[in-house]
């Protein structure tokens, strides 16, 4: 099992700047993929950002030039900067990551998930 726990949530006004931090625990050989999603109030969730174990990114449209993925291998640590913050970027953030469990098994994990409320 996989544990992951969030944190840095919380308010902030329109163009202020947050940190996420999600860290993985527990038994597996490796993490490999970790990503960020979000989900607002009435809407589907969304893949924000994810980052490989070789340090490529991708970015929803939306948060492009605003969010900064990152990550630190030796911690099994992600984090997601986050600038220029807007009132559409409220919603509940969620840490996800792929983990190898044993050499040919991985599984998928989520975090519980932390608030993030832009407002003035």
């Known amino acids: 099992q996989v544990q992951l726990v969030e944190s840095g949530g919380g308010l902030v006004q329109p163009g202020g700047s947050l940190r996420l931090s999600c860290a993985a625990s527990?038994?597996?050989?490796?993490?490999?993929?970790m990503a960020w999603y979000r989900q607002a109030p009435g809407k589907e969730r969304e893949l924000v950002a994810a980052?490989?174990?070789?340090?490529?990114?991708k970015y929803t449209d939306s948060v492009k030039g605003r969010f900064t993925i990152s990550r630190d291998n030796a911690k099994n640590t992600v984090f997601l900067q986050m600038n220029s913050l807007k009132p559409e970027d409220t919603a509940v953030y969620y840490c996800?990551?792929?983990?190898?469990?044993?050499?040919?098994?991985?599984?998928?994990?989520w975090g519980q998930g932390t608030q993030v409320t832009i407002s003035a």
């Open positions: 527990g038994s597996f050989f490796s993490i490999n993929a």
């Open positions: 996800n990551c792929n983990a190898q469990i044993t050499l040919r098994i991985t599984k998928d994990y």
């Open positions: 980052i490989t174990t070789g340090d490529s990114t």
